[in-house]
């Protein structure tokens, strides 16, 4: 038995509205979008304020896992490679079990500076429970890109890479 997994974007309202299928990526922006191709990022790019911290709206993600398997555990994230453009810039996350409508102020969630979640070691928990019934979700892990008026570097932030792990059995 295996188990199929999803990464999902979730947004609007209550963090209720998922991607269609599989996420493959993700964009940070200015508004509560799944942008897998890059079409809404180049019209809602995030400003650098004169003064002050702007932040990206928070990115809600989770897994879900369907068809046959006994029991997903150790289920975990964190960032696992690419360095931000800047070294003013922060990408910080956190974990939740519920959905709220995710934010372009300070979250409330992802709290998580990038040194604290950047190795498996430091890896955020993202495992449901006891989780052995088909379909289920993980927790939902919350990223915000953090953009104080210190930046230099314009532009893209590179490519990040979150990893998602988990043991099935």
Excluded at 97 to 125: C, F, H, M, R, Y
């Amino acid at each position: 038995m295996t188990a199929t997994f999803e990464w999902k974007i979730c947004t609007g309202v209550d963090a209720a509205t998922e991607n269609a299928g599989s996420a493959t990526n993700f964009n940070m922006m200015s508004v509560d979008a799944y942008d897998s191709t890059g079409t809404d990022y180049q019209t809602n790019r995030i400003e650098i304020f004169e003064s002050g911290t702007n932040y990206s709206v928070e990115k809600w993600i989770r897994g879900l896992f369907s068809d046959d398997f006994n029991l997903i555990e150790n289920c975990k994230i964190w960032h696992s490679a690419g360095t931000l453009s800047d070294a003013s810039l922060d990408l910080k996350a956190g974990v939740t079990d519920s959905g709220i409508t995710p934010t372009d102020g300070t979250s409330v969630i992802a709290t998580n500076s990038l040194v604290d979640w950047d190795t498996e070691a430091e890896a955020l928990d993202v495992q449901n429970g006891i989780m052995n019934t088909t379909p289920i979700y993980s927790l939902y892990g919350v990223v915000q890109l953090e953009i104080p008026d210190t930046v230099t570097e314009t532009g893209d932030i590179g490519v990040q890479t979150i990893t998602f792990q988990y043991d099935e059995s």
